[in-house]
């Protein structure tokens, strides 16, 4: 068994996976930035009390915070300055591991500026980012490819491990979501009135559903259900996918895995129920992040790219 | 094989096995008083008629007592494994906190914002209506986040910090506005029924007015 790791922790591929991932955070990043400095919320919470923002004493613990001596405004704008180029050299596929440690090391730092600010989406955002920058994930849709081969893309092969731990990522961050909603209302017993209470709150909803779901409350019941089982279960994600690369060990789970696409089950549920959250509730970057994160559950010779950008 | 291929399979497999088990849930802010909180006395409440059915718990004291050496559990169970990992999180910001949506509360709430103007008030933003003073930023999802801890009544000292601040734009924008009020209004998601007939939810009153001069 151990051979057989070694063995799948040394394979490599095409780096098409990788680099359409490293576009998609990327722009979500930045456009989670802009919208921040557009919206007037910068100033809010990226700022301490005698700079004119809201709390007394911003957030300091991010390594490069430490670094720079603390969150003072010409470094808070510096680092924000530098993670929009860090993420447009990431976009473009430029500066390579720096453009993508400097995204990295920035965007953690403005997330922790103010505690209580963002939620999960950040996590997700920052873990992308490290297994990025362990990748190589411009090896094609670069600019350095473009300017190196003279052609945009590329067949350089790349390894293959990080597109598995960003898979193992997603799993991991839907099973413990999943399994933590211990609160009644997510279950039978509790009325299954979980999404219902959602779609009410003032603070979340994205408009008046109310009427909305009130009428709807079977449908808002089977959402809470599908909700808890299809987060609880996504390590069956990851599992077929592990079956269907060792098919040639054979056995029954692996011939049910060579038959049936799991993924596309989960694929399907998730752009149904992350598409639904984006439309309804205000979620920031969480619904496009997670999305994005699907990606990776596609080897680079299963997506085929418009003849045009070859 | 050589053996940097072996390495490199003993680093990941350490990578798997520590990010999962720093993914294993633990309560968020556990502490005894918290099981008190009536969004988690509801929920226990809930969960207690279910394991008594199968004689797991009888009372309520039996159903905290068991809430919280479970909880006491998985928090130092889980310091413990990864614990020795922290720096490794701290520098790669791969910290594994999933905490979402894991109870949400039947009570919410709007929020109200009113300049007093001319001798009268006026409402220049209310959630989910055509008044919308701000709402660009009222709205983006950093400051939701941080609004949220207020409509749920914690941190009342930087609510008032934050009417203060609002309260600077406001002296901006309204010039004619001599006064500034905010506060929340209580909402009530209990009934489907009830919401239909009534054709909105119910309100259960506002809660932290606050008002500041802009002159």
Same mark, same amino acid.
């Given at each position: 068994?151990?051979?057989?790791? =070694? ?220 909700? =808890? ?82 | ?27 968020? &802010? ?36 068991? #809430? ?14 990864? &614990? ?50 701000? &709402? ?40 004619? #506005? ?10 009530? #998601? ?26």
């Amino acid at each position: 068994m151990w051979q057989t790791f =070694v063995g799948w922790t040394s394979q490599r591929e095409a780096g098409t996976t990788l680099a359409l991932f490293r576009i998609a955070v990327a722009a979500i990043l930045a456009w989670d930035l802009v919208d921040i400095g557009l919206s007037g919320a910068y100033g809010l919470i990226w700022r301490d009390a005698a700079h004119g923002g809201l709390l007394g004493k911003l957030g300091s613990d991010a390594p490069l915070l430490r670094l720079l001596g603390g969150p003072s405004p010409a470094v808070v704008d510096g680092i924000y300055a530098a993670t929009l180029i860090g993420s447009a050299g990431m976009i473009l596929g430029v500066g390579g591991r720096l453009a993508t440690l400097v995204t990295l090391q920035g965007a953690m730092a403005l997330f922790g500026l103010h505690p209580g600010s963002g939620g999960g989406h950040d996590r997700l955002i920052t873990s992308a980012l490290w297994l990025l920058f362990l990748a190589r994930s411009d090896a094609t849709l670069s600019l350095t490819t473009r300017l190196r081969t003279g052609s945009w893309t590329s067949d350089a092969l790349v390894p293959a491990w990080p597109r598995w731990l960003l898979v193992h990522q997603l799993a991991v961050m839907y099973v413990s979501a999943g399994v933590v909603k211990l609160g009644a209302e997510w279950w039978p017993h509790g009325g299954l009135v979980a999404v219902y209470r959602s779609l009410l709150d003032p603070a979340y909803a994205r408009a008046d559903w109310s009427l909305w779901a009130a009428r709807l409350f079977p449908l808002t019941q089977l959402a809470t259900l599908a909700t =808890v089982l299809f987060e609880a279960t996504w390590w069956a994600v990851p599992l077929w996918m592990w079956l269907r690369a060792t098919q040639d060990r054979g056995g029954r789970l692996r011939s049910w895995a060579s038959r049936v696409d799991l993924r596309l089950v989960y694929l399907a549920v998730g752009v149904v129920l992350h598409g639904t959250l984006g439309l309804t509730l205000n979620l920031g970057p969480f619904s496009a992040i997670t999305l994005a994160y699907y990606l990776n559950l596609f080897r680079p010779d299963e997506i085929r790219l418009p003849r045009r950008t070859v | 094989m050589p053996w940097t291929a072996h390495v490199r399979a003993a680093l990941l497999a350490l990578y798997l096995v520590v990010v999962t088990l720093a993914a294993v849930p633990t309560p968020a &802010g556990f502490s005894r008083t918290r099981l008190d909180d009536p969004a988690v006395k509801e929920s226990l409440d809930a969960w207690k008629g279910v394991l008594s059915a199968i004689g797991v718990v009888e009372t309520d004291e039996e159903m905290a007592d068991l #809430a919280w050496s479970a909880g006491q559990a998985l928090v130092s169970g889980r310091q413990t494994l990864i &614990g020795p990992f922290e720096t490794y999180f701290w520098l790669t910001g791969t910290r594994q906190s999933w905490r979402m949506y894991g109870g949400v509360d039947r009570r919410s709430a709007r929020l109200e914002i009113d300049v007093h103007e001319h001798g009268a008030w006026r409402t220049v933003y209310a959630d989910l209506t055509e008044h919308d003073w701000r &709402g660009g930023m009222l709205r983006q999802e950093r400051v939701r986040t941080v609004r949220d801890h207020f409509s749920d009544k914690r941190n009342r000292s930087k609510w008032r910090g934050f009417v203060t601040w609002m309260a600077r734009l406001a002296a901006a924008d309204f010039p004619d #506005a001599d006064r500034l009020r905010m506060r929340f209004v209580g909402l009530d #998601a209990a009934d489907p029924a009830a919401v239909r007939e009534r054709g909105g939810q119910p309100e259960t009153g506002a809660f932290w007015a606050e008002e500041r001069e802009l002159r």
